[in-house]
Each structure stands twice: as structure tokens, then as C-alpha cells.
């Protein structure tokens, strides 16, 4: 069974920086894909960053610059490192794992970052 474990959320100051892990476990099919998402409040989910198979990453404009996705060797575990965070950062953080047979997604269960003074 696919499991992930998002870690790494919690509250920070505006300016502050974060680093969220996703751990997945069950794997035993080759990964697409690895991304994370974040969902605040009265609003759709969002796809912040994305990394590929091949390594390729790909951002949302909003976060462009400030966070950097990455994966562990092994290539199970992704990162997202999130520094000048924003107030407007706010929100569930969740990771996603695409089957590259199937293109099946593969949810978190998510982990709440909160950007406050």
C-alpha cells in the first residue's frame, strides 16, 4: 500500500523559512513524477512545484524563486525548501507521486505551514 508522509510544517514569521519532506513508502512502480501542492482556505488546491523522473522541475509564479523542490537519491523522499515565506503562504501543504505506469496520483494527507507575526 502507497503511503506519504508529509513533515516540516508548523508556524513561522514572515521572512521566516520552512522545509517540508514527503516520505513515501509502497512504492513499487517507477515515480512520473513528484510535486507539491497547497490549499488555503476558501480556495482551490494549487500546484506549487514539480520535479520529473528526469529531474526537471517547474514552478508556480508565486513561488518562483523563494522555494526549491527536490528529491533524495533514492529518489522517494521529496523536499520543498521555502524561504521569504509570506503571510499569504498560508495553508495545507501536500505532496503528490504520479504513477508512470498508470498516472494514478498519489496523495498526502497533508501538513499545515502558518505565516504569522
Known amino acids: 500500500q502507497v503511503r506519504l508522509v508529509e513533515s516540516g510544517g508548523g508556524l513561522v514569521q514572515p521572512g521566516g523559512s520552512l522545509r517540508l519532506s514527503c516520505a513515501a513508502s509502497g512504492i513499487r512502480f517507477r515515480i512520473d513524477s513528484m510535486g507539491w501542492y497547497r490549499q488555503a482556505p476558501g480556495k482551490e488546491r494549487e500546484l506549487l512545484a514539480q520535479?520529473?523522473?528526469?529531474?526537471?522541475?517547474n514552478y508556480a509564479d508565486s513561488v518562483k524563486g523563494r522555494f526549491t523542490i527536490s528529491r533524495d537519491n533514492a529518489g522517494n523522499t521529496v523536499y520543498l525548501q521555502m524561504n521569504s515565506l509570506k503571510p499569504e503562504d498560508t495553508a495545507v501543504y501536500y505532496c503528490?507521486?504520479?504513477?508512470?505506469?498508470?498516472?494514478?496520483?498519489?496523495w498526502g494527507q497533508g501538513t499545515q505551514v502558518t505565516v504569522s507575526s
Open positions: 520535479i520529473t523522473s528526469g529531474g526537471t522541475t
Open positions: 503528490r507521486i504520479v504513477s508512470a505506469y498508470t498516472t494514478y496520483a498519489y
